[in-house]
């Protein structure tokens, strides 16, 4: 990666870059352009690290990556053969004792995403075989059953002693330290980088992108096929972040076209 870069495209995955299905294919040439351009693509989720990696891998894809809504930062060392890690929370052990905790405290059980069986993590994510093993290789935050919206409400509040914060994703909620969140990350890696005037083309979907699209200079707010999520609105309304006119690859790939062939003369 070229600490030089005046732009980085910073994008969440799941309902952003990826549909429903995991597909990004509508998006593959917009990368490949990306590349050829040297302007860095940081995928920046609630993933885990080994399933970025796999990301990676299978999509050519080099730069760093922020994972697990931005509780650790990772990227390859110049010459590749090996990776060096930023870590900005919690580990997963002291995050659930926290979330069993929290549970006691609304009355509800919050059910983590690891203590699910095969079969249920298949109904809720589609996933299967290696990328279920993928997904519980959690180290810097817990995964939960999404709840009602009264309890998520509740549960806001009790996270306030704990130092730890909530996202509510599209699939389930996300526990992290109030460290950890994808905004933080981003400017951790540009220090890191020392890249810090780089312009950020943040890309999202859900409540866990809010602090992502805040920090960003080009915010963008990708659609849903029900069209975009309501924690999300606010900011489309006042004109503070734009929304993409389709949803998922498609939508990110004319979004990301439409703004480097604005400045690609430049």
């Known amino acids: 990666m070229k600490n030089i870069s005046r732009y980085w495209i910073v994008t969440d995955l799941d309902g952003t870059l990826m549909d429903e299905k995991y597909d990004i294919s509508p998006a593959k040439k917009t990368l490949n352009k990306l590349s050829e351009m040297d302007i860095p693509v940081i995928p920046c989720t609630s993933k885990t690290a080994s399933e970025v990696r796999y990301f990676r891998n299978e999509n050519g894809l080099s730069d760093p990556f922020i994972v697990e809504n ?32 929290i549970s006691k405290e609304v009355n509800y059980q919050l059910i983590p995403l690891n203590d699910l069986s095969q079969n249920q993590i298949y109904e809720l994510t589609g996933l299967s075989g290696q990328s279920i093993n993928r997904a519980l290789d959690r180290h810097w935050s817990v995964p939960f059953l999404n709840p009602p919206d009264d309890i998520f409400e509740n549960v806001k509040l009790v996270c306030k002693s704990y130092n730890v914060h909530v996202f509510k994703g599209n699939r389930m909620s996300h526990l992290l330290s109030n460290e950890s969140h994808k905004g933080q990350a981003v400017n951790k890696l540009k220090i890191h980088l020392q890249n810090q005037d780089v312009k950020i083309i943040a890309l999202g979907d859900s409540q866990n992108d809010l602090p992502l699209l805040e920090y960003a200079d080009i915010p963008i707010v990708i659609p849903g096929k029900n069209g975009p999520n309501k924690y999300l609105i606010n900011g489309i309304d006042k004109g503070s972040f734009k929304l993409a006119n389709a949803p998922h690859a498609e939508g990110w790939s004319k979004s990301v076209e439409d703004i480097i062939n604005s400045f690609k003369d430049l």
Do not use: F, M, V
Request: charged fraction near 20%.
């Open 70 to 101: 931005g509780a650790a930062i990772y990227g390859n060392h110049e010459n590749n053969s090996s990776e060096w890690e930023l870590i900005l929370g919690k580990s997963y052990k002291e995050l659930r004792i926290i979330l069993t905790n």
